[in-house]
């Protein structure tokens, strides 16, 4: 979970570099270090914490060479310092080598290449790259222009596990190779230059054409070409792709923050989501998906398989596509999915989702679920990615970049898509009554007016935002569809404040955590289906006799109840409300975390992108 960026071309290389580090910072900021090359000689400069360390750095403006690489890290192997950090280069220093990934067997050739003469300086998993590119270079005995790629080419063979990797060397001032498996990286091309990144969002304010990387190829660049390989090397062609996303995406427009920023996108998100399948007074429309009645008829079950914010995206859903398809639903955890030998077959249609469509653990279960004869459906925010192109289909969600660690218009959107997508079904099927459907697509197409509505006035969360930031615990309670608003709610808070939080289902809360309330604690309740609403209510009752704060979140009219805070949001069917109640909920992490003057967008132990299990 790391970002990595390259340049080759006529420019200096060291301002683009760091540039693309920064808008790769979600991705890791444990450390940062940028590899250029400079007359005879690769400059190797390193530095612990945020990017902007860098600038200070000794003899970096005087780096003149066209040609380098750089790298944002998130620790997995060996704690953040300069020497764990890359770009980690071979003992002769004639190799220099970023990487994504984990290398699965790094400690068996780390002995080997010990036992064949080399020292190692670094903890990490990645120095044996460069000292095997080195290793296989040493030992071709051929001197033809092919030696460096075939140096790469054999050191990736001897790799297991995942990586994505740029090497540059001072023997070949003209040339950079990259290489993947497992881990996201796509070079973009303009005339005379070319750069590589292990995400769009870097290179986007260079251009918006992109060559992508399938496992095992290699890439060759040079500032007026590029040339592709197998893993084999056999030279193969590839399509470039252009990219739709605005380099303005990825700036801050004025907020202080992203993540503020893509609370307040979601309107225009969420419309562009909805008007890609639906439009007013037509069927949903899913041309992308070859999904036929006679198949779903067949189906004995649906999973729903992602990680985190997208787990809980795929919880708020299942009510609607087993109220709508009658069929039932399952919702797992993709990094526990395949270790419990799931039961799938050909009548079994997986769902997969992930905004960056490379999690290494959804990919993973993916991967086993077409094994069975499962058939596979990916929702993913990015064009190309590794799941959109393993997958049987794909649909995509509509959110732009996501910078932000914490997820919320990705959340959103793949909500809305996935909503869209079982109304879908139901009109292939014909298992749902026509004005229901019609009922629910209204609600729809009068989302994103809600979700602006609700951004109108942020006032009361932030006033209340100042009132709990120095707790240590905070509950969130709902019953039916707004248990999973209550898990999505309390992981955002956790993840960009700090404080410890915990979701239940409101039922539960006698069964063992009411142990845990206590005068003057905060509790946060979600009610939005009239007819949980008492039940919910009654629950909440049971923590204010022992002394808890309440923050309601609601589109019910509800007596206040002794409630400390009554949050009222614009109704719509119960089914769909997860879209409108999860906003002001994003809303109190963010204003929660603004006030312990914490970095919200790049929160501590995370990153952007998790691509190692």
């Given amino acids: 979970m790391c970002g990595i960026i390259g340049y080759i071309g006529n420019k200096k290389a060291t301002p683009i570099l760091i540039d693309g580090l920064l808008k790769l910072e979600y991705r890791g900021y444990d450390s940062a270090g940028i590899s250029t090359l400079e007359d005879t000689y690769i400059s190797n400069i390193k530095k612990t914490g945020r990017?902007?360390?860098?600038?200070?750095?000794?003899?970096?403006?005087?780096?003149?060479?066209?040609?380098?690489?750089?790298?944002?890290?998130?620790?997995?192997?060996?704690?953040?310092?300069?020497?764990?950090?890359?770009?980690?280069?071979?003992?002769?220093?004639?190799?220099?080598?970023?990487?994504?990934?984990?290398?699965?067997?790094?400690?068996?050739?780390?002995?080997?290449?010990?036992?064949?003469?080399?020292?190692?300086?670094?903890?990490?998993?990645?120095?044996?790259?460069?000292?095997?590119?080195?290793?296989?270079?040493?030992?071709?005995?051929?001197?033809?222009?092919?030696?460096?790629?075939r140096a790469v080419k054999s050191a990736c063979n001897d790799l297991k596990g995942s990586y994505a990797i740029s090497v540059i060397s001072k023997l070949y001032p003209n040339r950079m190779v990259v290489s993947r498996k497992d881990s996201p990286l796509v070079v973009g091309y303009r005339d005379n230059e070319k750069y590589i990144a292990s995400d769009i969002p870097a290179i986007l304010s260079y251009t918006k054409n992109i060559y992508l990387l399938n496992d095992y190829d290699i890439a060759e660049l040079y500032n007026d070409s590029v040339n592709f390989y197998?893993?084999?090397?056999?030279?193969?062609?590839?399509?470039?792709?252009?990219?739709?996303?605005?380099?303005?995406?990825?700036?801050?427009?004025?907020?202080?923050?992203?993540?503020?920023?893509?609370?307040?996108?979601?309107?225009?998100?969420?419309?562009?989501?909805?008007?890609?399948?639906?439009?007013e007074n037509e069927l949903c429309n899913f041309p992308e998906l070859n999904i036929s009645k006679d198949y779903l008829t067949s189906l004995n079950k649906i999973f729903i398989v992602a990680c985190g914010t997208a787990m809980h995206a795929g919880l708020a859903v299942k009510n609607i596509f087993e109220k709508l398809l009658s069929i039932p639903v399952e919702v797992d955890i993709a990094s526990e999915f395949r270790y419990r030998n799931?039961?799938?077959?050909?009548?079994?249609?997986?769902?997969?989702?992930?905004?960056?469509?490379?999690?290494?653990?959804?990919?993973?279960?993916?991967?086993?679920?077409?094994?069975?004869?499962?058939?596979?459906?990916?929702?993913?925010?990015?064009?190309?990615?590794?799941?959109?192109?393993?997958?049987?289909?794909?649909?995509?969600?509509?959110?732009?970049?996501?910078?932000?660690?914490?997820?919320?218009?990705?959340?959103?959107?793949?909500?809305?898509?996935?909503?869209?997508?079982?109304?879908?079904?139901?009109?292939?099927?014909?298992?749902?009554?026509?004005?229901?459907?019609?009922v629910l697509k209204s609600n729809l197409l009068k989302l994103p007016e809600k979700v602006k509505e609700i951004l109108s006035n942020t006032d009361t969360i932030k006033d209340f935002a100042?009132?709990?930031?120095?707790?240590?615990?905070?509950?969130?309670?709902?019953?039916?569809?707004?248990?999973?608003?209550?898990?999505?709610?309390?992981?955002?808070?956790?993840?960009?404040?700090?404080?410890?939080?915990?979701?239940?289902?409101?039922?539960?809360?006698?069964?063992?955590?009411?142990?845990?309330?206590?005068?003057?604690?905060?509790?946060?309740?979600?009610?939005?289906?009239?007819?949980?609403t008492p039940k919910t209510i009654s629950n909440l009752q049971e923590v204010m006799t022992r002394g808890a704060k309440t923050l309601i979140i609601t589109n019910q009219s509800i007596k206040k109840n002794n409630f400390n805070l009554v949050i009222n949001i614009p109704e719509t069917d119960s089914l769909i409300s997860p879209i409108l109640s999860v906003v002001p909920l994003q809303l109190l992490s963010y204003y929660v975390a603004k006030e312990k003057g914490l970095d919200v967008d790049k929160p501590r132990n995370l990153a952007k992108s998790v691509t190692v299990e």
């Avoid at 000292?131 to 296989?136: D, F, G, T, V």
């Avoid at 907020?255 to 225009?268: G, L, N, R, T, V």
């Avoid at 404080?499 to 955590?513: F, Q, R, V």
């Fill in 230 to 279: 197998d893993k084999n090397l056999n030279k193969i062609s590839k399509d470039l792709k252009n990219i739709e996303w605005d380099a303005s995406s990825v700036e801050k427009d004025g907020f202080d923050d992203y993540m503020i920023k893509e609370i307040f996108e979601q309107p225009k998100t969420i419309r562009e989501t909805i008007s890609s399948h639906l439009q």
């Fill in 466 to 532: 100042k009132k709990i930031y120095n707790e240590h615990d905070i509950f969130f309670l709902g019953r039916g569809i707004d248990y999973p608003v209550a898990m999505e709610a309390s992981l955002k808070l956790k993840e960009i404040s700090y404080i410890h939080s915990d979701a239940y289902a409101a039922g539960e809360l006698k069964h063992g955590p009411i142990a845990l309330i206590e005068n003057g604690i905060t509790v946060v309740g979600i009610l939005t289906d009239s007819a949980l």
């Fill in 51 to 149: 990017v902007k360390n860098l600038y200070d750095s000794e003899g970096l403006d005087n780096l003149n060479g066209t040609i380098g690489i750089a790298h944002t890290r998130w620790a997995t192997h060996g704690k953040p310092s300069c020497e764990n950090s890359h770009p980690h280069l071979d003992n002769s220093n004639t190799f220099a080598v970023v990487h994504n990934g984990i290398i699965e067997n790094y400690a068996e050739l780390r002995t080997f290449l010990t036992n064949n003469g080399y020292n190692f300086l670094s903890e990490t998993d990645t120095e044996v790259i460069p000292n095997l590119i080195h290793y296989y270079f040493s030992k071709d005995t051929k001197n033809d222009d092919g030696k460096f790629l």
């Fill in 342 to 438: 799931p039961l799938i077959d050909n009548k079994t249609l997986m769902l997969f989702i992930s905004q960056s469509g490379e999690t290494a653990d959804t990919l993973a279960a993916l991967a086993l679920a077409k094994s069975k004869g499962a058939k596979t459906i990916a929702i993913s925010n990015v064009v190309g990615s590794s799941i959109t192109r393993e997958a049987d289909y794909t649909i995509y969600t509509h959110a732009g970049p996501e910078i932000a660690v914490a997820s919320t218009k990705a959340y959103t959107s793949q909500v809305v898509l996935l909503d869209i997508l079982a109304i879908h079904f139901a009109e292939v099927l014909g298992s749902s009554a026509s004005k229901d459907l019609e």
